[in-house]
């Protein structure tokens, strides 16, 4: 096994040493992204942390359980990233075929891929982990042994929960056809993914913040002094940083030998599972049943709209894009409760939020552009030959794009900002206003995440995330952050103007008349530019 | 033969940074010639014929597709042409069915020919029942012979094929043959990438091998014989012209 950790070296030195400039400067640039989100992630946990443990009496105590909180949902992230992450290098590893035909145990081949795995599923969530454990660390007043034991202490609590995700993969994998894998993993993933978010939010924080739901204050504090979640290694890891914080070796030994078996455990059950299952979850040979759609109809259609249906049929076939759609389902979804949870009782506060609504949408309009209209171009990727070969002008395949791209980012936006408009009731004027400007932002928004899909395409890509999380992601991210607070300042003067009692129809008019023409100018830019772009693509 | 030029090439030239894939080729292909290129892999086949069909640019040169300049005229040459790519990647979530429909759309076919000719290309090529599966779960012949029946159902004056047969079980490979054949006979020129050497042999007007960017010879299969040895097959040709080039 230790030959093929050999390979992995290599082949990572290799692709180093063999960085371009404008490669090596790409890296650079992501790892100082990198690092500021880690400062970042220091810096709120440090404030959240040291505001909390500074509430009378039940400080310490919520310090806790944010703390288990947020360990339960590491050890759920790393699960979920293990399941795919494992699932893609274990069973669709390209070099998986090679592996086989060398001669190794099977057994090892497994275990080098699922080691693999928990590396690239658990680094991250690592990097997001110690920034938060160095902050409670500070609060605490920790010493030195609290660093070194809790990053020890990660391994067998990451390693968990990325063997738990592996070991899901391969019972998925003996039980469903290989061809409809990929699709059950991904979807399963992002259902996975939709109820931790919607969970957390509908459920913990409001419980946290407020002990109105309690009879009595003991039974509050009783609530948060107990286990979330007791059974699983994020409690022990909780119970083990808990007890390092004060110093209790009895609790630290305790909940580290449960880290530790229950790690051991896994280890075992997944080698368990490997030696009866994983030969026949690599079988080719697996019944497939194919999808089949009966409707054969022949009416006719322009160029245009065919490519238009074709975009359509591709999408919603496309199990892939379901789960963007439910990450972005539940993201409207949170976004929606927490506005019904807002009261505003003065102007001011109706003054601040109609304005950081409008940009809480638009936020919203990022996000769901860059999963779902971003990536367009990127995976049109193999079948460029045949959109460039049609008889198709480039300027209106790129549009019809656009179109297709643009509808649900508007849709979504548009319904997003009239709901909690009318949720905060927010007065005619500003209500209109803030919904016309939603239009152009959002045309704008979606426009640029096409255009900057064809200016930064990837076409090496194994899910689309990768390609969400590539530079031209997060490119797109910036202008339309940039995008956001242009308009953000344009807004504010009539709102503000409004909420002081100083309305006038021609004034909102003229502001109108501006947003549309700020949008309709940088739209005109960013078209042009992803045009041209797209023109120049070669595949 | 008809004597009208339907692809003509001069001094193409096509660079990937510092690295020459074409380089300085001239040649020309008669209307209803099948026209073979042949060359080892990386001489620089598929690119040739990504430039004669407008997915790349030429970075010097001039070529022109039925008299029409490719770099200026692209959107007018697409409508008479057909292109099958050495990797047959096509949506793999719309149906057979669908993808045909798409191309008779895009290509304006009228309906009442489609109506004719999708459901007869399927019998063919043997895919009328599997014409309402996605694509998806076709293997590569598969969805090379619905690539073909693509092409096929839009008529073009001129067809490019990267590797047509790769895939093809044998009974499609000689039905592909014989079309190709029974086209060029009524006029349709064909310009032809392809391993193949029998087939290049058996089928072609005129034969050019390719290596290293460069055109190493260029004539109809008795001529190339006749610069090595009048027994020779094309295999032995090819060798010979290709051995030591790079």
Redesign the interface.
Known sequence: MLYLFKISFLSLKNKISSLKFSEDLKAAFFIFIGINLVLIIYAASYSLLKYVNSVAVAGPLLVNKITSLFFLAAFMMTALSSVIVSFSSIYFGKDLKLLLSLPLKTGDIFSFKVLNAFFYASWMVLAGLMPFLIAFAVVKGAGIWFYVCSLVFAVPFLASASFTGTAFSVVIMKFFPKAKIRNIIFVTGAVFFTALIVVLRLTYSEKLISTEGFALLSQYLSYLDSPTAKFLPSWWYAGAIFGLAAENLGKVLFYFFMLSVGAAFMWAGLKFLAKKYFVDGLDEGQAFAPSRIKKENYGVSSAFSSLLKKDMKVFFRDSGQWSQVLIIASIVLVYLFSMYKLSFETIKMHNTMSLVNCALVWFVATAVALRLSFPLISLEGDSFWFLFTIPVKKFKIFTEKILFGSFSVCVVSIVLIAVTNYMMSISYPVFLITVSATVFVTALIACASVSIGAILPKFNYSSIPQIESSLGGLIFMLFSFFVIIVNILILMQPVRLFYAGSYSQILFVKYFIFIVLVNLCFLAVIFSIGYNAFKRIEK | MDEVISIEVKNLVKKYGDFEAVKDISFDVKKGEIFAFLGPNGAGKTTTV?IL?????PSSGEVSVLGMNVSRDI?KI??K???V?D?P???P???A??YM???G????VP?EK??KMIPEMFEMFELDG?????I??FSHGMKQKLVISGVLLHAPEIMFLDEPLVGLDPRSAKLVKDIFAKLARNGTTIFMCTHVLDIAQKLSDRICIINGGKILALDTFENLQKRVDSQSDLESVYLDITEGVS
């Open positions: 990504k069909t407008g997915l790349l640019k959107d697409k409508s042409i057909g292109f790519p990797q990647y096509v949506y979530y719309l149906t069915f669908e429909r798409m191309i759309d895009v290509y304006k309906v489609q109506q599997r014409s309402s599966e996605i998806d779960s």
